[in-house]
């Protein structure tokens, strides 16, 4: 499109669009970080002079929060494992090999990103339960992975096809083994589709919350959303720390994004509208 | 896999860089290689069936029984033939449900496309500081929803909340209400907060959607005389309608599946005012336990995305040529 009259116009625009989009997580920073007796009243704040950490302190303080949080991070830690563990193979040969029904394979894993959460999280209650796994970190990780890893393939396998055969194959033929064509060939070229899946499954895992609430009721597992979600319900009205166990639990969520942003959003565009 | 169709007129590409998907036959196609590629299909395939397949295949056996908590423990269970759905469909609460689910998705659905097309329109011009603000956008869609449920909560609160506050200093004190304790406007309440969420994504995908019509189309226009709002009605719209669609039919997909925010911001009231099928199912499985039923709600509830799903598919194909 050509280049603006006045492009510094249009960012103006944007900056303002973006400052009222934003307001409610500029809010949530604001209250986490305003003395409890100014946040509740009819005249809000709108900047936490003097700014206090007693909210960070009371909600870090409880050891219940500290235990979610960590359970969170084994979690999502594992469901990326999982993710990458299944997905990669399976979106190699997808790509790369002739088979029957490798058609098929993809239009069931595009199938498998339809059903609601609720709806798996119901017979996953019963099965896990029968199985032993319900509250366990395993039976949490498997449940998250049944999202990440239809989405991982869908996201991979364009990225493992679009490395040139001829690139492998001379490298086969200038006697390069095929172990060796997978690590110094087609593994360099498929990292930033590694990184995208890696971070974005680590996203998933770690904002869970449908199966995290049906499937433990254990606190020693439950995710740290489950945690934000009963504290809601105890603590109605001490926003304080509510909002800074928001912001606690959204510090992870800024960082992978702030680190493999360009990676995200590419890997993100392509398995929706590409599949 | 289908060949390519060929079309008089080629829609546009909705994606920037094509890969080709059809590849060449590999010239000695040795049975050893396609044995390996079934090798390193099978853990990730035993997986989903073992954790996906299988409990979707086990909630339609559990939708056609008589199973309650005693079913959980391996107690009997008797096979009941429809009694499960019928006693779903006869159920008000199911279709005040489905009803809720029609209006939560066609107003979030309404309004996160038409802001996000605006401004993906916006971002698609270049202007200093473009990345940033627009990845500062994204981050509103990678809260997790539980975090963006207990936010608006927050700002729509009644007496102390940020959106209320901001009407009274624009002297709409009128409309400053507990917006989702009013069973009135409590719905509303959700889908503002599901188009927040929704906005940034649709802007996204929009966004790649532009990128792809050519600039000398809009060039041409111009030196013929068009104006900005002509190249939008001619130019713009009618090329983005494929990708447009496509947003749309995954955009329906993801708002039919809220659950977690619904959750956190009203629990599904006040009295149901906010129930949507994914509540209504949660409260039959998990609250009153009558798995039988809720196995058969939830089945109920797959008609909707599988119909957008086939739609996206169709799609895809016709553009690809193949999956």
Redesign the interface.
Known sequence: ????RH??L??A???L??AA?????Y??LN?SLTEPDH??????RWIPAPATTENYSAALDDDALLQALFNSLVISSGVVA?TL???V??S????????RGS?T???AL???????????A??????E??AGIDDTYLGLI??D??LT??FA?IVLR?VL??VP?DVEEAALVDGCGLMGVLLRIVLPLMVPGLVAVAGLSF?IG?????FG??LAQEPGVQPV?VL??SF?GQHGTS?GA??AT?TV??VP??CV?AIF?RFI?GG???G???? | ?RPPRTTAVRPPR??APR???A????RS?SAR??R???L??L???A??AL??A???L??AW?SVHDVGLS??L?GATRFNGLANYRATVSDPDFWHAARLSAVFTAGSLLFQFTIGFA?AL?????????GL?R??????W???????G??????L?G??G?YN?LL?AIGLDALSRDWLIDPGTSLAGVVFANV?VG?PFNM??LL??LHTID?EL??AA?IDGAGAWQRLRWITLPLMRP?SV?VLL?GL?YT??V??LI??MTGGGPVDATSVL?LY??EV??RFFR?GE??AA??L??VV??L??AG??RR?RRE?G??
């Open positions: 499109m050509k280049p603006a492009p510094w249009l960012t625009t944007a900056t669009i973006c989009f934003l307001l409610p997580v809010w949530m209250t946040i509740l009243g009819e005249s809000p999982l563990l299944f997905g193979p399976l190699y040969a997808l790509a790369r090999v002739r088979m058609g394979m993809v239009l595009l199938v498998a990103q339809l059903p609601p959460s609720i709806v798996l119901a017979p996953l209650f019963i099965l339960r029968r498997a449940a992975t049944t890893l239809p393939v364009p096809g679009g055969r996203l770690w904002g869970e919350f449908v609430l049906t959303t934000l979600n809601v926003w509510l909002m928001a639990i959204c969520v800024v994004f942003q959003v993100l565009t392509a929706s509208i590409k599949g | 896999m909705t994606t890969r080709t998907f590849l060449r036959p590999s196609p290689l396609r390996t590629g079934y390193f299909t853990p990730g395939l997986f989903l954790f996906l299988y409990p979707l086990y909630n559990t079913g959980l391996g401004l916006l971002f698609a011009r270049p202007f200093p500081l473009n603000l990845s500062l956008l994204l981050v509103a990678l809260l997790p929803p539980v975090v963006s207990t936010l608006f909560r927050w700002m609160d007496e102390s940020a506050a009274r927040w906005v996204l995908l790649v959607g600039p809009h060039e111009a990708v496509t995954l997909v039919f599946k659950f977690d959750f956190v994914s199912v949660y499985f998990f798995f809720g196995a939830g089945l509830l797959l995305p599988l957008a799903g996206y598919v895809l690809e193949a999956v």
